[in-house]
């Protein structure tokens, strides 16, 4: 079982910056964000690969968002830049024990963190 702690989350006015960090107890093959806002479903962020760091993005984050991580620290980031209202939600790490790090659903993930909330103002 792999633990999962995200850190990192607040408030920021929109244009701004947010760095958020996930932090795993053991070793996975592909770790993801996700993020729900209120009412909406669970949407796919970013994944990376701990092996060669190969990165996935959404559309609706690319050239916004950077994933990245640190093996020797078992944690992967999220740096967050030229946020946006509509970026607000809860955003959640989670991990995959194998497979493509194009892992764009939920269901392909095995382990998730409980969250964190990122609140953007206009």
């Known amino acids: 079982q792999v633990q999962l702690v995200e850190l990192g989350g607040g408030l920021v006015q929109a244009g701004g910056s947010l760095r958020l960090s996930c932090t795993a107890s053991?070793?996975?093959?592909?770790m993801g964000w996700f993020r729900q806002a209120p009412g909406k479903e669970r949407e796919f962020v970013a994944s990376?690969?701990?092996?060669?760091?190969?990165?996935f993005y959404a559309d609706s984050v690319k050239g916004r968002f950077t994933i990245s991580r640190d093996n020797t620290k078992n944690t992967v980031y999220l740096q967050m830049d030229s946020l946006k209202p509509e970026d607000t939600a809860v955003y959640y790490c989670?991990?995959?024990?194998?497979?493509?790090?194009?892992?764009?659903?939920?269901?392909?993930?095995?382990?998730w963190g409980h969250g964190t909330q990122v609140t953007v103002s206009s």
């Open positions: 990376i690969r701990w092996s060669g760091g190969q990165t």
């Open positions: 989670a991990a995959k024990s194998g497979g493509s790090h194009y892992a764009n659903a939920p269901r392909l993930y095995d382990y």
């Open positions: 053991g070793r996975t093959y592909v």
